[in-house]
């Protein structure tokens, strides 16, 4: 294949994941409208739906509705079963709602899983049609951050059962991708700035950092509506996808320990790596570039965040919005500073 054939069949395969992580998300959305009516398996206690989700053994899981814990509802003892036994004359009706729900929530991860195999094929394709690492413009970033985006929330499927996260950024990573394509850039060479190694370094620490950072806010943002849901709704009242989410208090420490595993990458990517890139390429360490401050201000919000829930103890609501915050700001460094604030990183558009 020729370097322009590698570019077409990465445009190509990019369009193509869009569209299959596009049916992952509306198969995920199936499941939550599936089980609107269903109501937690009898015996399932607020305590029990509050245990951390993952104390569970790391394995493959049916990703369909998960029980409170993170754990699956099939082939497990008290779950599958007590579907099939729930007490009263809707058991039946129930064990074939949650049976189809969790049909479709298998459909949801399949394609989740294509939809990143896809993408990958494309972001591989596009660095051999460049001839360099694909991740140079706010495209390339995209697509790339895509990919991580989705092979982290299937990691954490197959370590934490995090199954539940899946429409949240199945359809983050569907509008990333689509809003791309509005940036897009032909495959090129590198402008004599970003001939370093230092690039490969800064930019893949801040995509992974940002791929975590995506699914902390997820979860703080899940927490937020089941920890309002759970103070308001009476537990007679309690059915539908929401409910089998897990506790609240579980989602709020998945949020901590996501962002407690992304702060130091990001540290790492915007105060260490990304100066030395900068003396490499402008000769200075620090130049207040507004790339640079908005690194800097996402950097400040992520560590009182992380500070304030080591020393002051804060849970809940308003490390939740906290979390948020800092994510509102990583993303406005990533799109805002790069379109509307000019700078030396001008050339990442």
Same mark, same amino acid.
């Given at each position: 294949?020729?370097?322009?054939? /590698?570019?077409?069949?990465?445009? /190509?395969?990019?369009?193509?994941?869009?569209?299959?992580? @596009?049916?992952?998300?509306?198969?995920?959305?199936?499941?939550?409208?599936?089980?609107?009516?269903?109501?937690?398996? @009898?015996?399932?206690?607020?305590?029990?739906?509050?245990?951390?989700?993952?104390?569970?053994?790391?394995?493959?899981?049916?990703?369909?509705? !998960?029980?409170?814990?993170?754990?699956?509802?099939?082939?497990?003892?008290?779950?599958?079963? %007590?579907?099939? !036994?729930?007490?009263?004359?809707?058991?039946?009706?129930?064990?074939?709602?949650?049976?189809?729900?969790?049909?479709?929530?298998?459909?949801?991860?399949?394609?989740?899983?294509?939809?990143?195999?896809?993408?990958? %094929?494309?972001?591989?394709?596009?660095? =051999?049609?460049?001839?360099?690492?694909?991740?140079?413009?706010?495209?390339?970033?995209? =697509?790339?951050?895509?990919?991580?985006?989705?092979?982290?929330?299937?990691?954490?499927?197959?370590?934490?059962?995090?199954?539940?996260?899946?429409?949240?950024?199945?359809?983050? !990573?569907?509008?990333?991708?689509?809003?791309?394509?509005?940036? #897009?850039? &032909?495959?090129?060479?590198?402008?004599?700035?970003?001939?370093?190694?230092?690039?490969?370094?800064?930019?893949?620490? +801040?995509?992974?950092?940002?791929?975590?950072?995506?699914?902390?806010?997820?979860?703080?943002?899940?927490?937020?509506?089941?920890?309002?849901?759970?103070?308001? !709704? &009476?537990?007679?009242?309690?059915?539908? /996808?929401?409910?089998?989410?897990?506790?609240?208090? @579980?989602?709020?420490?998945?949020?901590?320990?996501?962002? +407690?595993? %992304?702060?130091?990458?990001?540290?790492? %990517? +915007?105060?260490?790596?990304? &100066?030395?890139? +900068?003396?490499?390429?402008?000769?200075?360490?620090?130049?207040?570039? &507004?790339?640079?401050?908005?690194?800097?201000?996402?950097?400040? =919000? #992520?560590?009182? /965040?992380?500070?304030?829930?080591?020393?002051?103890?804060?849970?809940?609501?308003?490390?939740? =919005?906290?979390?948020?915050?800092?994510?509102?700001?990583?993303?406005?460094?990533?799109?805002?500073?790069?379109?509307?604030?000019?700078?030396?990183?001008?050339?990442?558009?």
């Amino acid at each position: 294949m020729t370097l322009e054939q /590698y570019a077409n069949f990465s445009n /190509y395969a990019v369009a193509s994941a869009t569209a299959v992580l @596009a049916l992952s998300w509306l198969a995920y959305l199936v499941q939550w409208a599936m089980s609107r009516q269903v109501a937690p398996a @009898a015996g399932e206690t607020a305590e029990h739906r509050s245990e951390e989700l993952v104390a569970a053994s790391p394995g493959p899981t049916a990703p369909g509705l !998960t029980a409170p814990g993170g754990d699956s509802d099939a082939g497990e003892p008290g779950h599958g079963a %007590a579907v099939g !036994t729930a007490a009263g004359q809707n058991g039946a009706g129930r064990k074939v709602e949650v049976t189809r729900a969790e049909f479709a929530g298998r459909i949801g991860l399949s394609f989740a899983v294509l939809g990143g195999l896809i993408l990958l %094929a494309g972001v591989i394709s596009r660095g =051999i049609a460049a001839q360099r690492v694909p991740w140079w413009n706010m495209y390339e970033f995209a =697509i790339a951050g895509g990919v991580l985006v989705i092979g982290g929330y299937l990691l954490l499927v197959r370590l934490w059962r995090v199954e539940w996260l899946g429409p949240i950024l199945t359809g983050f !990573t569907v509008v990333l991708l689509g809003s791309s394509m509005l940036v #897009y850039v &032909p495959a090129g060479p590198l402008v004599p700035a970003l001939h370093s190694y230092w690039l490969v370094i800064h930019v893949i620490a +801040a995509m992974i950092a940002g791929a975590a950072f995506l699914v902390g806010a997820s979860a703080s943002a899940l927490y937020l509506v089941k920890s309002r849901a759970e103070e308001r !709704t &009476p537990e007679e009242q309690r059915t539908g /996808y929401l409910w089998h989410l897990p506790g609240s208090a @579980a989602i709020d420490r998945l949020a901590y320990r996501v962002h +407690a595993f %992304a702060f130091p990458i990001w540290t790492f %990517a +915007a105060l260490i790596a990304g &100066p030395i890139w +900068a003396q490499y390429a402008w000769g200075r360490y620090w130049g207040w570039d &507004p790339k640079e401050v908005w690194a800097f201000i996402s950097w400040v =919000i #992520y560590a009182g /965040y992380l500070h304030a829930r080591a020393t002051a103890g804060w849970k809940g609501q308003a490390a939740a =919005i906290l979390a948020l915050v800092g994510f509102a700001s990583f993303l406005f460094n990533f799109v805002g500073v790069n379109l509307f604030i000019d700078g030396l990183h001008s050339y990442a558009k």
